[in-house]
């Protein structure tokens, strides 16, 4: 915990990296001091710009939104950037936290390294974090990371992290260290003419009455399944088939990815240990039946082709 909380601090510092101690200083019981901890000298380990970056992300309660909601016990009176981590089967969770000036490591678990029940890093390590951090910072002044003056900050498209075009209804402003920033337009909105009278892509033989032009996006075929989730529409959907399958009659499989390993655990019920298994198809596919050593272990008849092996 000291040494993932000072990797932290080494962001915190602006990519400054000035190690630990453990002790600071040792005194007689008459306030005599008998030892004092040297402080050793600050080494840049980071680009301050890299590290910076890294603390603009953690900070963002909006983009936490997903994964924890937003105002969550993360989220503090003032900027703060904080990580939470939870390992498999639950032995251990984290939450490091810090401002420019300071940094709280939490680690909750069992010393026997028994696996607790079902407690993560933001219902495990987050409240004590919070209550910890509160504690020290009241009465202290709000601090703010500071941005390095060469940076760039341009407007992208939310989906594909490219320049925003005139499709893209989604975007929002990023930052980049100068060289890295994007140079080439949006591609995943893209404009189609339909045929209105059969919804698919028009072609030749259709009548210019009944060509519409509609806005969709094109996505990798293992973003398809949350797309439709949202109600988007994709160019996969005006008969077209996904990049990955595009012969007719074409399986490919998403998940799992090749040579892809797994281990049934012995700390969870085997009910609960399954695998999605998912596949993108082509043009003229009814139907994806799953088999799995010469047994049938499922079948979907519409897309998404998505199954669960236990």
């Known amino acids: 915990l000291l040494e993932l909380s000072t990797a932290y601090a080494t962001l915190a510092n602006r990519g400054s990296y000035s190690g630990n101690s453990a002790i600071l200083d040792v005194r007689h019981a008459d306030g005599n001091l008998l030892y004092t901890q040297k402080k050793a000298p600050q080494t840049q380990v980071f680009d301050e710009r890299v590290a910076w970056l890294i603390s603009d992300i953690l900070s963002d309660d909006a983009a936490r939104q997903i994964g924890f909601g937003l105002n969550s016990t993360l989220k503090l009176d003032r900027p703060v950037a904080v990580k939470t981590g939870t390992t498999s089967n639950f032995h251990d969770n984290w939450t490091v936290g810090y401002t420019p000036s300071l940094v709280v490591g939490v680690w909750v678990g069992n010393s026997n390294y028994q696996a607790m029940q079902d407690v993560i890093g933001l219902t495990g390590a987050a409240p004590i974090w919070q209550e910890t951090i509160l504690a020290i910072l009241q009465n202290r002044a709000v601090e703010n990371f500071v941005r390095p003056p060469d940076m760039v900050q341009l407007n992208v498209c939310t989906y594909s992290g490219l320049l925003s075009t005139a499709l893209c209804d989604k975007t929002h402003l990023e930052w980049f260290i100068p060289g890295t920033q ?100 082509g043009q003229g596919v009814s139907d994806v039946s799953l088999w799995v050593d010469g047994s049938q272990m499922g079948k979907c008849s519409a897309a998404p082709y998505l199954l669960w092996w236990q």
């Open 182 to 281: 994007p140079i080439q337009p949006d591609n995943v909105y893209q404009q189609a003419w339909v045929d209105s009278a059969t919804g698919r892509l028009a072609d030749q033989s259709t009548p210019l009455g009944q060509r519409r032009q509609v806005t969709v996006l094109d996505i990798p075929p293992t973003a398809q399944r949350w797309a439709h989730s949202q109600g988007i529409r994709l160019l996969s959907d005006l008969n077209v088939a996904p990049a990955a399958a595009s012969q007719a009659g074409d399986l490919v499989m998403i998940s799992p990815e090749p040579d892809s390993t797994y281990r049934i655990s012995d700390k969870l019920a085997l009910t609960d240990q399954q695998l999605p298994v998912e596949t993108s198809a």
